[in-house]
């Protein structure tokens, strides 16, 4: 007997995934995760038993509810579905897949909906970041379609922004958790922050290729993904994470700019495959980059070109941010807030199906 769940499957940002209300899941964690697996197919390298795209990208989950987070509607919490292995990481977070969160409150009633647009305030239970949305609803339906575009998505859809708050430390505990801005490991210069995302960006001359490759080419490179990976462990080790059981902190390749407007071009990685285009996320990590001084940022960006607003050249076009600053009492520069404009679509709503002997729906706790 199988066991229907009720879910929209959504593409948000670059990602896709089905969207659940968390009261439609099992309440523990471990009986949760067994039906996330199942409901996706993992684990089998083409997911073929279940609704997951076989792919990073596609293999992951939005679950939503009330909010009793001051200054929030609702709480997001993300899930990462191993593909060939049967792991849920909730350790990370996906700025993409949050992109349809909004709409998908509006969609299943949690956030009422305003005209023309309505505002969701969302807690990210990942980072413990805050998000505000603001949702296309003339008439208060959710529009998806529109003239606004991204790169590394067809076609052009209704704009979703995001401004993202409280983005510092939701990790590894500060922006620069080691307490410098930039050091060596390995004899590569290197860069560990938590902002938004906890990352370790290295220039990609350091080891041995342009920053300009192909993903075909960069996930080739056995070489370059090993030594990629060591000092993604060691990055860390330091940061205080545990890298051998998450994807964190994610490593990023950095190099000078090719377009008249760019600011910086990045290769990032998921840890062990090349982003298709550039995670939101990561984003707000990269973008900050761009505009504390001191990083290895300051051997690439161009002599004059620090601005508030970011151009990131990725593997399929440019993905633009606008970050907001402070100054602390130190005089150091803050990144407290960067705003992010992405697009979603509905794909299919209903019920996603999994077998009665992994769980028979019952929702009590034990």
Same mark, same amino acid.
């Given at each position: 007997?199988?066991?229907?769940?009720?879910? *929209?499957?959504?593409? /948000?940002?670059?990602?896709? /995934?089905? =969207?659940?209300?968390?009261?439609?899941?099992?309440?523990?964690?471990?009986?949760?995760?067994?039906?996330?697996?199942?409901?996706?197919?993992?684990?089998?390298?083409?997911?073929?038993?279940?609704?997951?795209?076989?792919?990073?990208?596609?293999?992951?989950?939005?679950?939503?509810? $009330?909010?009793?987070?001051?200054?929030?509607?609702? &709480? =997001?919490?993300?899930?990462?579905?191993?593909?060939?292995?049967?792991?849920?990481?909730?350790? $990370?977070?996906?700025?993409?897949?949050?992109?349809?969160?909004?709409?998908?409150?509006?969609? #299943?009633?949690?956030?009422?909906?305003?005209?023309?647009?309505?505002?969701?305030?969302?807690?990210?239970?990942?980072?413990?970041?805050?998000? %505000?949305?603001?949702?296309?609803?003339?008439?208060?339906?959710?529009? =998806?379609?529109?003239?606004?575009?991204?790169? @590394?998505?067809?076609?052009?859809?209704?704009?979703?922004?995001?401004?993202?708050?409280?983005?510092?430390? @939701?990790?590894?505990?500060?922006?620069?958790?080691? +307490? #410098?801005?930039? %050091?060596?490991?390995?004899?590569?210069?290197?860069?560990?922050?938590?902002?938004?995302?906890?990352?370790?960006?290295?220039?990609?001359?350091?080891?041995?290729?342009?920053? =300009?490759?192909?993903? $075909?080419?960069?996930?080739?490179?056995?070489?370059?993904?090993?030594? *990629?990976?060591?000092?993604?462990?060691?990055?860390?080790?330091?940061? +205080?994470?545990?890298?051998?059981?998450?994807?964190?902190?994610?490593?990023?390749?950095?190099?000078?700019?090719?377009?008249?407007?760019?600011?910086?071009?990045?290769?990032?990685?998921? $840890?062990?495959?090349?982003?298709?285009?550039?995670?939101?996320?990561?984003?707000?990590?990269?973008?900050?980059?761009?505009?504390?001084?001191?990083? *290895?940022?300051?051997?690439?960006?161009?002599? @004059?070109?620090?601005?508030?607003?970011?151009?990131?050249?990725?593997?399929?076009?440019? *993905?633009?941010?606008?970050?907001?600053?402070?100054?602390?009492? &130190?005089?150091?520069?803050?990144?407290?807030?960067?705003?992010?404009?992405?697009?979603?679509?509905?794909?299919? %709503? /209903?019920?996603?199906?999994?077998?009665?002997?992994?769980? &028979?729906?019952?929702? %009590?706790?034990?």
């Amino acid at each position: 007997m199988l066991t229907r769940i009720p879910c *929209i499957l959504m593409r /948000g940002g670059t990602s896709k /995934g089905p =969207y659940f209300v968390a009261s439609d899941l099992p309440p523990e964690r471990s009986l949760r995760d067994r039906v996330l697996l199942a409901a996706m197919g993992s684990p089998h390298a083409r997911q073929i038993d279940g609704i997951g795209g076989a792919e990073h990208l596609t293999s992951k989950v939005a679950i939503v509810s $009330p909010s009793k987070h001051p200054g929030a509607d609702v &709480d =997001y919490l993300f899930a990462q579905v191993g593909i060939t292995e049967a792991v849920v990481d909730t350790t $990370p977070n996906c700025g993409n897949i949050l992109t349809g969160v909004g709409p998908f409150a509006v969609e #299943r009633g949690l956030v009422k909906a305003a005209h023309p647009t309505t505002r969701v305030r969302i807690h990210n239970v990942n980072t413990g970041a805050l998000v %505000e949305a603001i949702v296309q609803t003339p008439n208060g339906i959710v529009e =998806y379609e529109g003239t606004a575009s991204i790169d @590394g998505v067809n076609g052009s859809a209704a704009p979703v922004g995001l401004m993202f708050r409280n983005i510092i430390g @939701g990790s590894a505990g500060a922006m620069f958790p080691t +307490g #410098r801005p930039r %050091e060596d490991i390995d004899g590569v210069p290197v860069t560990m922050m938590d902002v938004g995302h906890a990352m370790v960006f290295m220039p990609a001359a350091s080891l041995g290729v342009t920053g =300009y490759e192909t993903k $075909p080419e960069l996930d080739g490179n056995n070489d370059l993904l090993a030594r *990629i990976e060591a000092i993604r462990l060691e990055a860390g080790r330091r940061m +205080g994470l545990e890298p051998m059981k998450a994807l964190l902190p994610l490593p990023t390749l950095i190099a000078p700019p090719r377009r008249d407007n760019g600011t910086v071009t990045a290769r990032n990685f998921l $840890p062990h495959t090349l982003h298709s285009a550039h995670g939101v996320t990561q984003t707000i990590c990269t973008s900050s980059a761009c505009v504390v001084p001191g990083t *290895i940022f300051d051997d690439v960006l161009r002599p @004059g070109s620090r601005s508030s607003h970011v151009v990131i050249e990725h593997v399929s076009g440019v *993905i633009e941010a606008d970050v907001e600053t402070e100054r602390d009492s &130190d005089g150091q520069v803050r990144p407290i807030g960067v705003a992010v404009d992405r697009t979603c679509r509905k794909l299919f %709503e /209903g019920f996603v199906l999994v077998p009665g002997s992994v769980w &028979d729906g019952r929702l %009590e706790k034990k």
